[in-house]
């Protein structure tokens, strides 16, 4: 694999790819306005011309995440509305960017069931991909908590055949929210297990980028708390057998702990993850 950090951008996006080269990152993940916020923050040509330079000199990997607030199957039509224009938004400046992909959750179904609100997510989430021209959408999966979407590869599976499997579809797999939604990730036979059903269900090849976060949950939870690398109920034994299984060989996988100082991902947590590799 290849390790990396969502990075804050300081108030200056282009300043991120170094922040990440500093930590010793090979790809970073980015937001492109206030992830807990509606207002979108529009990116200057001379920014996005800044931080493509920044990411070519540095060599390091761009990804962007949506706002935390979307929610694309809902039956609340206003709120359906603006996370739809979020998205949209959020992919014509990821390809100002020329960044690799964008994350983004997918929402809650609110009680209505996965079914009720499919077609409404698949809309939306072709309307995300209809707004720009080169940059993948990358689907995450959910820890499963509440009514949350796409805890399962299943249902991952299910968005991806409704929506017709379009090229720039990927898929973004969290590891904590892979643990507390009932997938054993520690041991080879499960990793065996979850990734020949990705494979089967999706294909290995849509796999664009990982979340490599420890649990402070265990599995089965449900509950979504992300932990450093090694602290929680993954734990050192379980990432080394994650990091080295052959699914996610050259895959990007990006840090979102607290950090061992709770500023955010940091080196030391970095450092961890290499150690790991045989």
């Not at 052959?246 to 990007?252: R, S």
Request: proline share 4%; net charge negative.
């Amino acid at each position: 694999m290849r390790f990396g950090a969502h990075v804050s951008t300081g108030g200056a996006l282009p300043t991120a790819p170094g922040r990440a080269r500093a930590l010793g990152a090979d790809c970073v993940q980015v937001f492109v306005g206030n992830p807990r916020g509606w207002r979108t923050t529009e990116v200057t040509a001379e920014a996005a011309e800044e931080f493509r330079k920044a990411c070519a000199e540095t060599g390091v990997e761009p990804f962007v995440h949506c706002m935390y607030l979307v929610n694309y199957g809902t039956a609340d039509d206003a709120l359906r509305a603006r996370s739809i224009a979020a998205l949209e938004h959020t992919m014509r400046v990821a390809d100002e960017l020329g960044v690799t992909g964008v994350v983004t959750h997918l929402g809650s179904h609110k009680g209505t069931g996965f079914e009720t609100g499919l077609d409404r997510l698949c809309e939306a989430l072709d309307a995300g991909l209809a707004a720009s021209r080169h940059t993948m959408l990358l689907p995450e999966n959910s820890a499963g908590s509440g009514d949350t979407i796409g805890s399962s590869v299943d249902e991952l599976a299910t968005i991806a055949d409704r929506l017709g499997r379009p090229d720039r579809l990927g898929v973004c797999l969290d590891t904590a929210h892979l643990l507390a939604a009932g997938y054993e990730i520690r041991t080879r036979p499960g990793l065996d297990a979850l990734f020949g059903e990705f494979d089967e269900r999706i294909g290995l090849d849509r796999l664009t980028l990982v979340h490599l976060n420890d649990s402070k949950t265990d599995l089965g939870s449900r509950v979504d708390r992300h932990e450093n690398i090694g602290d929680g109920h993954i734990g050192t034994a379980g990432f080394t057998e994650f990091v080295n299984h052959p699914a996610v060989a050259g895959v990007p996988g990006v840090l979102e702990v607290p950090g061992l100082a709770g500023k955010g991902p940091d080196a030391a947590n970095l450092d961890r993850l290499r150690a790991m590799l045989r």
